[in-house]
């Protein structure tokens, strides 16, 4: 059998065990090389039943920003709403912490702000708040620096070696 995305993505939908399909969409920036493939991990972000493969949907939205940014830059502004849905009311923690981790990367001003009155309004007071404030701050030095997300480590090691 040819491994194709197309099987790889049947997998991450099928009803299979949810191993097989953590695996399959771990690695899926492997095979992204389209806008429609950032829109599919969206789709498994908001839709998926199992909270796990969510976190990995935004994990793998992540690593498309470092690795392969022009899959997301005409739909910046979808990933990053659809991305804050999930921060804001999703009911699973670990879904929530691994979409305010990829705004760190992806976010823009826009989400600072909302990041800022989410911080400031105290409504969240579980552990979401930390990952929070770190893409706060992730988001503020790569504005203040003007860096990609690809650049964020070598910008920090470089900044701290001086």
């Known amino acids: 059998m040819k491994i194709t995305k ?4 049947s997998i991450i939908l099928g009803e299979g065990k949810d191993f097989q399909r953590f695996e399959m969409i ?4 492997n095979y992204a090389s389209e806008h429609e493939d950032v829109k599919f991990l969206v789709a498994i972000l908001k839709n ?4 796990i493969i969510r976190h990995e949907a935004a994990a793998q939205l992540l690593k498309i920003e470092q690795k392969k940014p022009w ?3 005409k739909l910046r502004s979808y990933v990053i709403e659809e991305l804050l849905t ?3 009311s999703d009911k699973s923690l670990v879904a929530r912490h691994e ?3 990829a705004l760190s990367y992806i976010g823009d001003k826009n989400v600072l702000e909302t990041f800022e009155n989410l911080i400031n309004s105290n409504i969240t007071k579980d552990e979401i708040i930390e990952t929070v404030i770190i893409a706060r701050d992730t988001i503020k030095y790569r504005m203040d620096n003007n860096i990609k997300a690809s650049e964020l480590s070598a910008s920090i090691l470089k900044e701290i070696a001086t």
């Open 6 to 9: 197309e099987t790889i993505k």
């Open 26 to 29: 771990e690695n899926f920036v």
């Open 48 to 51: 998926d039943k199992s909270s």
């Open 71 to 73: 899959l997301i830059d």
């Open 86 to 88: 999930v921060v804001l």
């Open 99 to 101: 979409s305010a981790e």
